[in-house]
Nanobody, 117 residues
Framework: QVQLVESGGGLVQAGGSLRLTCAAS??????LGWYRQAPGKERAFLASIIWSTGKTFYADSVKGRFTISRDNAKNTAYLQMNSLKPEDTAVYFC????????????WGQGTQVTVSS
């Protein structure tokens, strides 16, 4: 089992920055990712990182503005979000796939990010 706990969400003005944190515990994860879900929309992939190599992947919608990173010693991943826009308002989730499936993997409880215009 893997437990994931997000933190760092909050209210920020457009153009501002936030850093989300995902603390992982339990079994070692091989990949960790960030998703978000806005009201009335489906959950959307944002970024992921391969734990062993640090290789990263990004959705086009956040490429250049968001950066995923990890601290192996702390078993923690981060999502640095810059130049935030009102359309970035959503609940942000940390996730780790199981058996190659994100949907069937492990998910945190989510953290709310609200960007005001």
């Amino acid at each position: 089992q893997v437990q994931l706990v997000e933190s760092g969400g909050g209210l920020v003005q457009a153009g501002g920055s936030l850093r989300l944190t995902c603390a992982a515990s339990g079994r070692t994860v091989s990949t960790l990712g960030w998703y978000r879900q806005a009201p009335g929309k489906e959950r959307a992939f944002l970024a992921s990182i391969i734990w062993s190599t640090g290789k990263t992947f990004y959705a086009d919608s956040v490429k250049g503005r968001f950066t995923i990173s990890r601290d192996n010693a702390k078993n923690t991943a981060y999502l640095q979000m810059n130049s935030l826009k009102p359309e970035d308002t959503a609940v942000y989730f940390c996730a780790a796939p199981a058996g190659g499936s994100w949907q069937n993997g492990y998910w945190g409880q989510g953290t709310q990010v609200t960007v005001s215009s």
